[in-house]
């Protein structure tokens, strides 16, 4: 077995701590993808006030430079300051490398009990435009502006991927949640291609359309009866948070956002400064995400064992749940480390 590994070439993934529990999460990640022996070295790069404090841009083009050659990075999350400061982090980058779609999978845990049983949801957010477009004015002393953005390319573009997606991960339904009725060029341009994609190319997905707020009053009320959200870019971050809390918190939900040029895997959640440095940070959703990536790898590049040490850590980590071995945001009381040593002690 050793030998076998040795001999596996490894796969180079740009790896960004980030900013508050990014370096923790991150740190107890690689030490579950080491013990469990995955192909990877790891290219470690700055992003967010760590390349600040390094005297580098928020966002270094190095960085930038690495995740495009090796068209892969596990980032942690970057801060970003509210209501003032530079641009968020997280979603320059998803602009500069054209990440257009994040996929958020929010599904139950066992051993982590929470209201509704069953709940298996794929949320796909546009990731470039909508109110992120970060055009904002002062338009007088009185009046401030920002500027809810859509293209036919963007919109299209997410439509097809949401329906290939889940045509080949043999979903069966996509609601498509809106405030066409409010923003009816916006979120009508969002709407009419989805509804085009759905009919001249996926008759094959069930395809749904509801108006946002009902959409989230019937999500709290019975989410199983959702299977693939398509949403605009707010929605999207909205909505993933929302689902989050269906299904135990931002400690459980990863993602993945993803281009023509790369992937960037990466948790739900933010840096959460509250409980920065205190070793407390559950890093599952981060290292549900390395396990996303390994799946990635395993199917972009062919590299089947990838995917058998992806199945590995999803069955430690699970067992390690069963076994009630959790952090404080899911009523245990392990720390960061603690639960990453739970999970390694059940890889077999
Ligand atoms: P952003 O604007 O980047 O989304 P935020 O401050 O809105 O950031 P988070 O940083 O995700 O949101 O934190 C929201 C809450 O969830 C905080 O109370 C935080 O402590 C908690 N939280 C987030 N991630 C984790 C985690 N991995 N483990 C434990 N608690 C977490």
Partial sequence: MQEDVLSMSKHPVVLIPGDGIGPEVTAATQRVLAAAAAPIEWIVCQAGLAALAQGDDVLPQSTLDAIERCRIALKGPCTTPVGEGFTSVNVQLRKRLMLYAAVRPVRNLEGVPTRFAGIDLIIVRENTEGLYSGVENQVTDDVVMSMKIATQTACT??????????????????????????????DGLFLRTARQAHQHEYP??????????????????????????????????VVSDLCAGL?????????????????????????????????VANPL???MSAVMKLNHIAEDMDDRECGIIAERIKSAYNRALQDSEKTRDLGGSLGTEAFASAVIERLR
């Fill in 285 to 287: 959703a981060l290292l």
């Fill in 157 to 186: 573009r997410i439509a097809h991927w949401a329906f290939r997606f889940a045509t080949q991960r043999r979903r069966r339904k996509i609601t498509v949640f809106h405030k066409a009725n409010i923003m009816k060029m916006t």
């Fill in 247 to 279: 299904v135990g918190g931002l400690g459980v939900v990863p993602g993945a956002n993803y281009g023509e040029r790369g992937a960037v895997f990466e948790a739900v959640h933010g840096s959460a400064p509250d409980i920065a440095g205190q070793g």
């Fill in 204 to 237: 094959n997905i069930d395809y749904q359309e509801m108006i946002i707020d009902a959409g989230c009053m019937k999500l709290v009320q019975d989410p199983t009866q959702f299977d693939v959200l398509l949403l605009e870019n707010l929605y999207g971050d």
